[in-house]
């Protein structure tokens, strides 16, 4: 007599299915949407589970779970496939952002990438009041910056090594800055949209979403959108927000470079984002380590 498939497999199962339902209906409530972020965790629990009952030669089980595994790495393939930094190109370029946390009072750390890397722009999120005050021998090399009006959470401060204009960008309820050089030739905007953890703070992200589409698609400048956005590229509303805007994902071709939380060893995402014009190529991109925040910063190098 054939044996009974145990309980915990049929239920397993069934909340995949239902976390799969949710993921589907992503675009149409925010609730929901929470679920689209997670495509990596779902291929790897499909495998595992696609494994056991193939182990098992339980192969009607085995297929479901094959199945949700493909139609979640359809999604997640794109960010999977690397290619080597471009050597043909100089970057004309290179951006430097990341989240400190706005408890954050030591800048050293970030300071130390700045001065390694020599970034022709960085940007800061969750910058608080000290970053608009710290003296440090970078910024000699940084003679131009500039702090939003409103520091902390939604704080910006951006730094260039060349002389242009600052500009607080009206982004929803909240704000992005946006740095031009003297020559007009590039735009760079640090953004950091709401956590979408509540419906009102979701409708106010998808808000600012709607007015990045909106501020890509004023101007032929090569644009660079830079900062934590507060969303996986696995979203409804992120992909909107790039077939809108004819935005291109710089993260797309090196690899799976996931940015929060940065020191966790089980728990991996990536919603730090480099948003680029159709007029940049991307020579690389690049997540970087941190000791002192639960965001690494991220690098792109840009060329013409």
């Known amino acids: 007599m054939k044996a009974k498939t145990p309980l915990w497999p049929r239920l397993f199962l069934a909340t995949a299915f239902l976390i799969q339902s949710f993921v589907a209906l992503g675009g149409l409530y925010w609730f929901f949407e929470l679920f689209t972020h997670y495509a990596p965790y779902y ?54 952002a990341q989240n400190v946390y706005y408890l954050n009072t030591d800048t050293s750390e970030f300071y130390r990438k700045v001065d390694t890397l020599k970034p022709d722009v960085f940007v800061v999120n969750e910058a608080n009041a000290i970053w608009g005050t710290t003296q440090s021998e970078v910024l000699r090399d940084y003679p131009n910056t500039a702090l939003t009006e409103k520091t902390g959470i939604h704080g910006i401060f951006m730094g260039s090594r060349i002389p242009g204009t600052f500009t607080e960008i009206p982004l929803g309820n909240q704000v992005g800055l946006e740095f031009i050089p003297e020559d007009g030739s590039y735009r760079v905007l640090g953004v950091h949209p709401e956590a979408p953890l509540t419906s009102a703070w979701a409708l106010a992200r998808n808000e600012q979403f709607a007015d990045l589409v909106a501020y890509a698609n004023s101007s ?6 830079i900062g934590d956005f507060n969303c996986t590229p696995w979203s409804p509303y992120f992909k909107n927000m790039l077939s809108q805007s004819n935005l291109n994902d710089a993260r797309l ?17 990536p ?4 948003l680029v014009s159709p007029n940049w190529d991307v020579v690389n991109f690049e997540a970087l380590a941190t000791e002192n925040s639960d965001h690494k910063a991220i690098e792109v190098q840009l060329s013409f």
Do not use: R
């Open 43 to 96: 291929v790897l629990i499909a495998f595992v589970f696609a494994g056991y009952h193939l182990f098992k030669k339980q192969w009607l089980w085995s297929l479901c779970w094959i199945c949700l595994m493909v139609v979640n790495l359809i999604s997640l393939y794109p960010y999977l496939t690397t290619q080597a930094p471009s050597n043909e190109k100089d970057p004309m370029l290179t951006v430097l």
């Open 220 to 225: 032929d400048l090569p644009t660079v959108i």
């Open 271 to 274: 919603i730090d984002h480099a």
């Open 253 to 269: 071709g090196f690899g799976f470079t996931s940015t929060w939380k940065a020191n966790s060893l089980l728990f991996w995402l």
